[in-house]
Antibody, heavy 119, light 107 residues
Framework: QVTLRESGPALVKPTQTLTLTCTFS??????????VSWIRQPPGKALEWLAR???????YYSTSLKTRLTISKDTSKNQVVLTMTNMDPVDTATYYC???????????WGQGTLVTVSS | DIQMTQSPSTLSASVGDRVTITCRAS??????LAWYQQKPGKAPKLLIY???SLESGVPSRFSGSGSGTEFTLTISSLQPDDSATFYC?????????FGQGTKLEIK
């Protein structure tokens, strides 16, 4: 079955760079049509889509955050990495990775990882 | 960017009620709309895709309709387990945008 798991630091300091890893199983990012996205959710607030990487290495970013985000994949390890630079307390959120099949919405989500930005 | 606006933000209804949540897109998204249900501390769960297609395993009391810029999620007969926050999301090849959410409480 499809599973995704996020990993990374629970606490980062302002101005630091956040690196999150999504490790997945049950599908391959080398399969045509497969994609992985990152989404975040500040405590008590709405979901916000961040980025997506496709099987063919196409990448898409949130317009408002694209200067701070980089998404990459390691197909052999079944991992997707998201980096976000210049972290700020407003970036405190639960960060989710999720699977998408091209042309479809998100069908599988990870459990999420809470990242707190504080000095 | 396409903006998604949900209404109402909160909703209180009784078991057995028919409940409708509306989602409006700032420009036409054809039928590229999904609905998710999220319970506290959990990841969202896909309910509806392509505006009106029911995801496998989702109870038939959930239904979606609309196209273009106006969409609705309807729960035909509210159940206690339906207490949650519901999000609409537009999806196209380039971006995804969520609505701000509708918190549904059971009276």
């Amino acid at each position: 079955q499809v599973t995704l798991r996020e990993s990374g630091p629970a606490l980062v300091k302002p101005t630091q760079t956040l690196t999150l890893t999504c490790t997945f199983s049950g599908f391959s990012l080398s399969t045509s049509g497969m994609c992985v996205s990152w989404i975040r959710q500040p405590p008590g607030k709405a979901l916000e889509w961040l980025a997506r990487i496709d099987w063919d290495d196409d990448k898409y970013y949130s317009t408002s955050l694209k200067t701070r985000l980089t998404i990459s994949k390691d197909t052999s390890k079944n991992q997707v990495v998201l980096t976000m630079t210049n972290m700020d307390p407003v970036d405190t959120a639960t960060y989710y990775c999720a699977r998408i099949r091209s042309g479809s919405p998100i069908d599988y989500w990870g459990q999420g990882t809470l990242v707190t930005v504080s000095s | 960017d396409i903006q998604m606006t949900q209404s109402p933000s909160t909703l209180s209804a009784s078991v057995g009620d028919r409940v409708t949540i509306t989602c409006r897109a700032s420009q036409s998204i054809s039928s590229w709309l999904a609905w998710y249900q999220q319970k506290p501390g959990k990841a969202p769960k896909l309910l509806i895709y392509k505006a009106s297609s029911l995801e496998s395993g989702v109870p038939s009391r959930f239904s979606g309709s609309g196209s273009g810029t106006e969409f609705t999620l309807t729960i035909s007969s509210l159940q206690p387990d339906d207490s949650a926050t519901f999000y609409c999301q537009q999806y196209n090849i380039y971006s995804y945008t969520f609505g701000q959410g509708t918190k549904l409480e059971i009276k």
